[in-house]
Protein backbone atom coordinates (compact mmCIF):
# COMPACT_ATOMS: atom_id res chain seq x y z
CA UNK A 1 0.00 0.00 0.00
CA UNK A 2 1.47 3.62 -0.84
CA UNK A 3 1.77 6.00 1.83
CA UNK A 4 -0.49 8.30 0.21
CA UNK A 5 -3.36 5.48 0.13
CA UNK A 6 -5.65 5.44 3.15
CA UNK A 7 -6.31 2.18 4.58
CA UNK A 8 -9.61 0.56 4.41
CA UNK A 9 -10.29 1.40 8.14
CA UNK A 10 -9.45 4.92 8.16
CA UNK A 11 -11.10 5.28 4.91
CA UNK A 12 -14.01 7.79 5.00
CA UNK A 13 -17.23 5.55 5.20
CA UNK A 14 -18.55 6.40 2.00
CA UNK A 15 -15.51 5.09 -0.07
CA UNK A 16 -15.66 1.69 2.54
CA UNK A 17 -19.17 0.75 1.34
CA UNK A 18 -19.00 2.39 -2.71
CA UNK A 19 -19.82 0.12 -4.87
CA UNK A 20 -21.91 -2.18 -1.98
CA UNK A 21 -25.97 -2.50 -3.17
CA UNK A 22 -28.37 -2.16 -0.10
CA UNK A 23 -32.34 -3.38 -0.21
CA UNK A 24 -34.75 -1.74 1.68
CA UNK A 25 -37.53 -3.70 2.78
CA UNK A 26 -40.54 -1.87 4.28
CA UNK A 27 -44.05 -1.16 3.49
CA UNK A 28 -44.16 2.21 5.64
CA UNK A 29 -42.88 5.28 2.87
CA UNK A 30 -41.86 7.31 5.08
CA UNK A 31 -39.36 4.76 6.69
CA UNK A 32 -38.40 3.95 3.65
CA UNK A 33 -37.16 6.88 2.47
CA UNK A 34 -35.28 7.83 6.03
CA UNK A 35 -33.64 4.26 5.56
CA UNK A 36 -33.24 5.15 1.93
CA UNK A 37 -31.37 8.67 2.52
CA UNK A 38 -29.23 7.25 5.15
CA UNK A 39 -27.48 4.52 3.20
CA UNK A 40 -27.15 6.45 0.10
CA UNK A 41 -25.27 8.94 2.58
CA UNK A 42 -23.48 5.94 3.74
CA UNK A 43 -22.36 5.41 -0.32
CA UNK A 44 -24.67 2.80 -0.44
CA UNK A 45 -26.61 1.85 -3.95
CA UNK A 46 -30.21 1.76 -2.75
CA UNK A 47 -33.02 -0.60 -3.93
CA UNK A 48 -36.11 -0.87 -2.46
CA UNK A 49 -38.98 -3.00 -1.90
CA UNK A 50 -42.85 -2.64 -0.30
CA UNK A 51 -43.30 -6.48 0.11
CA UNK A 52 -42.02 -9.59 0.58
CA UNK A 53 -42.76 -10.98 -3.17
CA UNK A 54 -41.06 -7.21 -4.68
CA UNK A 55 -37.80 -7.93 -2.05
CA UNK A 56 -37.56 -11.46 -3.59
CA UNK A 57 -37.53 -9.91 -7.03
CA UNK A 58 -35.39 -7.53 -6.00
CA UNK A 59 -32.73 -9.59 -4.16
CA UNK A 60 -32.64 -12.10 -7.07
CA UNK A 61 -31.91 -8.68 -9.79
CA UNK A 62 -29.55 -6.79 -7.73
CA UNK A 63 -27.73 -9.23 -5.33
CA UNK A 64 -27.87 -7.06 -2.43
CA UNK A 65 -24.74 -7.34 0.22
CA UNK A 66 -27.34 -5.59 3.03
CA UNK A 67 -30.90 -5.78 3.59
CA UNK A 68 -32.80 -4.09 5.85
CA UNK A 69 -36.15 -5.87 6.16
CA UNK A 70 -38.94 -5.56 8.10
CA UNK A 71 -40.74 -8.72 9.43
CA UNK A 72 -44.57 -7.26 8.76
CA UNK A 73 -44.97 -7.25 5.36
CA UNK A 74 -48.01 -8.19 3.45
CA UNK A 75 -47.65 -10.61 0.55
CA UNK A 76 -44.97 -12.83 2.11
CA UNK A 77 -43.57 -12.25 5.72
CA UNK A 78 -40.31 -10.80 6.59
CA UNK A 79 -39.23 -14.18 7.93
CA UNK A 80 -40.53 -16.34 4.85
CA UNK A 81 -38.20 -13.24 2.41
CA UNK A 82 -35.07 -14.08 5.00
CA UNK A 83 -35.36 -18.17 4.58
CA UNK A 84 -36.17 -17.67 1.31
CA UNK A 85 -32.87 -15.47 0.70
CA UNK A 86 -30.56 -17.90 2.79
CA UNK A 87 -31.96 -20.72 0.65
CA UNK A 88 -30.58 -18.81 -2.29
CA UNK A 89 -27.07 -18.86 -3.61
CA UNK A 90 -27.25 -15.32 -4.88
CA UNK A 91 -28.57 -13.88 -1.31
CA UNK A 92 -27.42 -16.39 1.29
CA UNK A 93 -24.13 -13.87 2.20
CA UNK A 94 -25.85 -11.11 2.34
CA UNK A 95 -26.15 -9.35 5.75
CA UNK A 96 -29.42 -9.07 6.97
CA UNK A 97 -31.03 -6.79 9.55
CA UNK A 98 -34.38 -7.39 10.41
CA UNK A 99 -36.21 -4.16 11.44
CA UNK A 100 -39.45 -4.59 13.32
CA UNK A 101 -42.02 -3.52 16.05
CA UNK A 102 -42.66 -6.91 17.12
CA UNK A 103 -41.48 -7.11 20.71
CA UNK A 104 -41.89 -10.65 22.11
CA UNK A 105 -38.40 -12.32 23.01
CA UNK A 106 -39.63 -15.44 20.99
CA UNK A 107 -40.50 -13.56 17.32
CA UNK A 108 -36.92 -12.15 17.99
CA UNK A 109 -35.68 -15.40 18.27
CA UNK A 110 -37.56 -17.01 15.19
CA UNK A 111 -36.29 -13.94 13.26
CA UNK A 112 -32.48 -14.65 14.12
CA UNK A 113 -33.74 -18.47 13.33
CA UNK A 114 -35.18 -17.70 9.82
CA UNK A 115 -31.50 -16.09 9.04
CA UNK A 116 -31.30 -12.90 10.14
CA UNK A 117 -28.14 -11.51 11.46
CA UNK A 118 -29.44 -8.48 13.85
CA UNK A 119 -33.17 -7.48 14.72
CA UNK A 120 -33.71 -4.50 16.28
CA UNK A 121 -36.75 -3.14 17.46
CA UNK A 122 -39.03 0.27 15.79
CA UNK A 123 -39.17 3.01 16.81
CA UNK A 124 -35.30 3.72 16.06
CA UNK A 125 -33.21 6.20 14.38
CA UNK A 126 -32.82 5.23 10.89
CA UNK A 127 -29.22 6.45 11.41
CA UNK A 128 -28.63 3.57 14.14
CA UNK A 129 -29.94 0.80 12.00
CA UNK A 130 -27.29 1.77 9.30
CA UNK A 131 -24.45 1.75 12.20
CA UNK A 132 -25.99 -1.70 13.05
CA UNK A 133 -25.42 -2.98 9.07
CA UNK A 134 -21.83 -1.31 8.68
CA UNK A 135 -20.61 -2.95 11.50
CA UNK A 136 -21.65 -5.95 10.73
CA UNK A 137 -20.24 -5.59 6.76
CA UNK A 138 -17.30 -4.05 8.46
CA UNK A 139 -17.13 -7.66 10.97
CA UNK A 140 -17.72 -9.68 7.94
CA UNK A 141 -14.71 -8.18 6.03
CA UNK A 142 -12.24 -8.32 8.82
CA UNK A 143 -13.14 -12.13 9.17
CA UNK A 144 -15.07 -13.79 6.54
CA UNK A 145 -15.06 -17.15 8.10
CA UNK A 146 -17.11 -15.57 10.90
CA UNK A 147 -20.85 -17.67 10.91
CA UNK A 148 -23.71 -15.90 11.89
CA UNK A 149 -24.12 -17.60 14.77
CA UNK A 150 -20.69 -16.09 16.40
CA UNK A 151 -22.09 -12.47 15.58
Known amino acids: ?9 HAPLATRTAGSVALIVEDTPDLRSLFAKEL ?46 REDVRTRDAAIVA ?20 CIRKPVAASHVVGQLIGLLERRRASPDVSREKL
Open 40 to 85: SEAGFKVVQAHDGPSAIEQAHRFSPQAILLDLMLPGINGFSVARLL
Open 99 to 118: VTALSSETLRTTALDAGCDI
Open 1 to 9: MSADSPSSE
